[in-house]
Structure formats: structure tokens, C-alpha cells
């Protein structure tokens, strides 16, 4: 059911934890009710140099927020925003329909956390 590579992420997931400066935050989710994510971002020259996240899901999510940070860290802002759920979901070999929306939270969720930074940094 689950790619080698997606167990590999979901087992040792990269990228976790927060950014306690971060220049952007997106949330995604509800804690109360399913999965729930939040991704943390550092921009430097136009660019994430950094990503972290952290989440309470299934170990679809967890992976596939995982694999999306190791694809977005070096991107300019506006090749991140091109980033999406079949990127993600190729990057891990596929996913199984039923949790082809794991890797539409990771995506939203940094979309979020790239309008944070625009609000928060736009001159």
C-alpha cells in the first residue's frame, strides 16, 4: 500500500520542529477532528533556506509534509507557489487514492505560511 520511500519519511521524517523566528506561518487542519499541520518558514534572498513543520496525522501526512520540505528548502518564493500535491505524491513513488489528500495539506499549508511572510514582510 505504502511506497518504500514514504515509509522511510514517515519513519524518519526530515525537517521536524518549529522555526521560532520563522518569516512565515501557514496552519492547515483541525487537532480536534483529523490531521493538522503547521509549517514554519525562513526566507533569505528571496528564498527558503529554511523549512520546518510539525503535525499530527496518519503516517501519510507526516511523510508527505516531510518530502514536501526537503523539495521546497533553496526555492525562490515563486517556485515554491508551483509546488504541488502530484509533485509531492511522485516525489514519494505514489500514493494510494484514499491518501492523496495528505499531500494537499503539506502544499496548502506552506502556501499559507507563503502569504504570512509576504503580509507580515511586504514593503
Given at each position: 500500500m505504502y511506497t518504500e520511500k514514504l515509509i522511510e519519511?514517515?519513519?524518519?521524517?526530515k525537517?521536524?520542529?518549529?522555526i521560532e523566528d520563522a518569516?512565515?506561518?501557514?496552519?492547515v487542519g483541525d487537532p480536534a477532528c483529523g490531521d493538522?499541520?503547521?509549517i514554519f518558514i525562513k526566507v533569505r534572498s528571496g528564498r527558503l533556506s529554511e523549512v520546518k513543520f510539525m503535525v499530527y496525522g496518519c503516517p501519510a501526512a507526516i511523510a508527505t509534509t516531510s518530502v514536501l520540505t526537503e523539495i521546497a528548502v533553496g526555492k525562490t518564493i515563486d517556485e515554491a507557489l508551483k509546488i504541488t500535491d502530484v509533485d509531492i505524491a511522485v516525489a514519494l513513488g505514489?500514493?494510494?487514492?484514499p491518501k492523496m489528500h495528505c499531500s494537499n495539506l503539506g502544499v496548502l499549508a506552506l502556501y499559507r505560511a507563503i502569504a504570512d511572510y509576504r503580509h507580515r514582510w511586504k514593503p
Open positions: 519519511h514517515f519513519q524518519n521524517p525537517n521536524v520542529g518549529e518569516d512565515g506561518v501557514g496552519t493538522f499541520l503547521r505514489g500514493l494510494p487514492d
